[in-house]
């Protein structure tokens, strides 16, 4: 899976990608949110269309926190431990949600895949991880334009549908570290 996430609306929404500051000519910190941005500097555009591949894809992690924990063991009925041992695995710097090998690489355990519809549902969408919910706007993506773009070319939901505000841009952007 990729280290994005979200099968959208009430499934998935995510994806990686690589970024940082840049520099004229499509970088700059807050490239979005200038008059040069792609809505004019009033926030990008985003409406996930639940094609799932950001919770396939290359082996990946989706981190979990210990909360985050907590939620989605209470939701499928579990304590934490039988939940952290059935569907998490050991990552850098914490647990990861575990992987599941699939025709399309390595689906998050998590993704439903709607038979016939191509359509993709995260069964903890509610619960989903931080790193899921906040996905495509973490800093590593909108740091720079050439990441956007780069990241848009896995993800149709990228600069289509809504018009996320700048300044929600920059709240699910802080949220996270990746
Ligand atoms: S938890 Fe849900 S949104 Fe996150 S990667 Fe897994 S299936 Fe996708
Ligand atoms: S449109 Fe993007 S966020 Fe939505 S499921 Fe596809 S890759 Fe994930």
Not at 43 to 66: A, I, K, W, Y
Not at 146 to 157: D, L, V
Request: glycine share 20%.
């Amino acid at each position: 899976m990729s280290a994005g996430g979200g099968a959208g609306d009430g499934a998935v929404d995510g994806v990686a990608g690589a970024g940082g500051a840049g520099g004229a000519g499509g970088g700059g910190a807050e490239w979005f949110a200038a008059a040069g941005g792609p809505e004019g500097g009033r926030g990008l555009r985003f409406e996930c269309t639940r094609c799932g591949n950001c919770c396939t894809g290359p082996p990946g992690v989706v981190m979990v926190s210990d909360q985050e924990a907590r939620a989605i063991a209470a939701r499928l009925g579990l304590s934490v431990e039988r939940f952290s041992a059935a569907y998490t695995r050991a990552a850098r710097g914490g647990r990861s949600l575990s992987e599941v090998e699939s025709a399309a690489g390595f689906d998050c355990v998590f993704l439903r895949r709607e038979a016939g519809s191509g359509r993709a549902l995260c069964a903890i969408y509610e619960d989903r991880p931080g790193q899921c919910r906040t996905w495509p706007f973490w800093p590593s993506v909108v740091g720079t334009r050439q990441a956007w773009e780069s990241a848009g070319r896995r993800c149709p939901g990228m600069g289509r549908g809504q018009l996320v505000p700048v300044e929600r841009v920059r709240v699910l952007r802080d949220a996270v570290e990746i």
